[in-house]
């Protein structure tokens, strides 16, 4: 086991901690009257609450208050704060599964990240049900309450379980992600849908589970379990496996015996894939449609 001593965190590290635990505060204190909490839509599936607001609030004022001239890229308020022009750029979710924190279903989280000249350097990802802290700077490795993460050393895919982000939005090819489950599902020991992204990579850096892949997700999903998951060793990526996904709204991600592997079976439903892949994927989805219809 490797421990980190807390002299050896990075200056901007510590001030992220610091946020995120703030704003774990605040959702810890909200989660014991939940059904007081006020929620409104943003889209068709999509809540925000006030806790959301007052978390963000929270995060970005201990970090301008460090840092006055970064930049911040948030859920809820986009780049409306700090420097718009800033090298340093934080990129946070405020609370990422708010649907399970409204039901009162304990799987939710904490996402900040730091982009430094287009690398993301710091990572947190806070637990505030479990009070699990996962932090990573680049170069450092990941932790988990200081004991040093490592990905999954499972090497067949049929003994992985693997993690997911169902559609939700208007819109969304609900067809497609059938088919990419019912592709996953049937080689792979097991898929889980938690229902928050951010924390769904975190537990494939700590190798709770051995992969994860959605499509539809914003860097403050993705951002601070990217790193986390690069420095415990794991790769990640869009589904045709290309390391530039931040911006692209589909993510993979897994050890690396276990990427590859993944990669093949999603390949064909990248919006990046080629003629010959999507025709693939188009085959498969169809025949997926028409096993449906003849059980119905």
Same mark, same amino acid.
């Given at each position: 086991?490797?421990?980190?001593?807390?002299?050896?965190?990075?200056?901007?590290?510590?001030?992220?901690?610091?946020?995120?635990? @703030?704003?774990?505060?605040?959702?810890?204190?909200?989660?014991?009257?939940?059904?007081?909490?006020?929620?409104?839509?943003?889209?068709?599936?999509?809540?925000?609450?006030?806790?959301?607001?007052?978390?963000?609030?929270?995060?970005?004022? #201990?970090?301008?208050?460090?840092?006055?001239?970064? !930049?911040?890229?948030?859920?809820?308020?986009?780049?409306?704060? !700090?420097?718009?022009?800033?090298?340093?750029?934080?990129?946070?979710?405020?609370?990422?599964? #708010?649907?399970? &924190?409204?039901?009162? &279903?304990? /799987?939710?989280?904490?996402?900040?990240?730091?982009?430094?000249?287009?690398?993301?350097? *710091?990572?947190?990802?806070?637990?505030?049900?479990?009070?699990?802290? /996962?932090?990573?700077?680049?170069?450092?490795?990941?932790?988990?309450?200081?004991?040093?993460?490592?990905?999954?050393?499972?090497?067949?895919?049929?003994?992985?379980?693997?993690?997911?982000?169902?559609?939700?939005?208007? !819109?969304?090819?609900?067809? @497609?992600?059938?088919?990419?489950?019912?592709?996953?599902? #049937?080689?792979?020991?097991?898929?889980?849908?938690?229902?928050?992204?951010?924390?769904?990579?975190?537990?494939?850096?700590?190798?709770?589970?051995?992969?994860?892949?959605?499509?539809?997700? *914003?860097?403050?999903?993705?951002?601070?379990?990217?790193?986390?998951? #690069?420095?415990?060793?794991?790769?990640?990526?869009?589904?045709?496996?290309?390391?530039? &996904?931040?911006?692209?709204?589909?993510?993979?991600?897994?050890?690396?015996?276990?990427?590859? *592997?993944?990669?093949?079976?999603?390949?064909?439903?990248?919006?990046?894939? !080629?003629?010959?892949?999507?025709?693939?994927?188009?085959?498969?989805?169809?025949?997926?449609? *028409?096993?449906?219809?003849?059980?119905?």
């Amino acid at each position: 086991m490797t421990i980190a001593s807390s002299s050896s965190i990075h200056p901007m590290l510590n001030i992220a901690i610091k946020a995120a635990r @703030a704003a774990g505060t605040i959702i810890n204190r909200a989660a014991l009257d939940v059904e007081s909490v006020r929620v409104s839509k943003k889209m068709e599936n999509d809540f925000v609450t006030e806790v959301d607001q007052a978390s963000e609030n929270t995060i970005i004022e #201990t970090l301008l208050s460090a840092y006055p001239d970064h !930049g911040i890229l948030a859920e809820e308020s986009g780049r409306t704060h !700090g420097n718009p022009n800033a090298e340093h750029l934080w990129i946070i979710d405020p609370l990422d599964g #708010t649907t399970n &924190f409204i039901h009162g &279903f304990p /799987f939710y989280c904490v996402s900040i990240a730091l982009q430094s000249r287009g690398r993301l350097e *710091q990572a947190v990802v806070y637990d505030p049900t479990r009070n699990d802290l /996962f932090t990573s700077t680049r170069g450092r490795g990941a932790f988990l309450n200081d004991r040093r993460l490592r990905v999954s050393k499972r090497i067949r895919l049929k003994e992985c379980l693997i993690s997911t982000g169902f559609p939700f939005r208007d !819109g969304d090819d609900f067809n @497609a992600y059938l088919s990419m489950m019912s592709q996953v599902m #049937t080689r792979t020991a097991g898929l889980r849908r938690p229902g928050a992204a951010a924390l769904d990579m975190a537990y494939v850096a700590a190798g709770f589970s051995d992969g994860f892949f959605e499509t539809g997700l *914003q860097p403050w999903d993705m951002a601070a379990g990217a790193l986390l998951i #690069t420095e415990a060793g794991g790769l990640v990526g869009n589904f045709t496996g290309e390391a530039d &996904f931040l911006y692209q709204r589909e993510c993979l991600a897994a050890s690396p015996k276990i990427y590859g *592997q993944l990669v093949t079976l999603l390949q064909p439903y990248s919006k990046f894939a !080629g003629v010959a892949e999507k025709a693939i994927a188009t085959q498969a989805i169809a025949q997926l449609s *028409q096993d449906i219809d003849g059980t119905k």
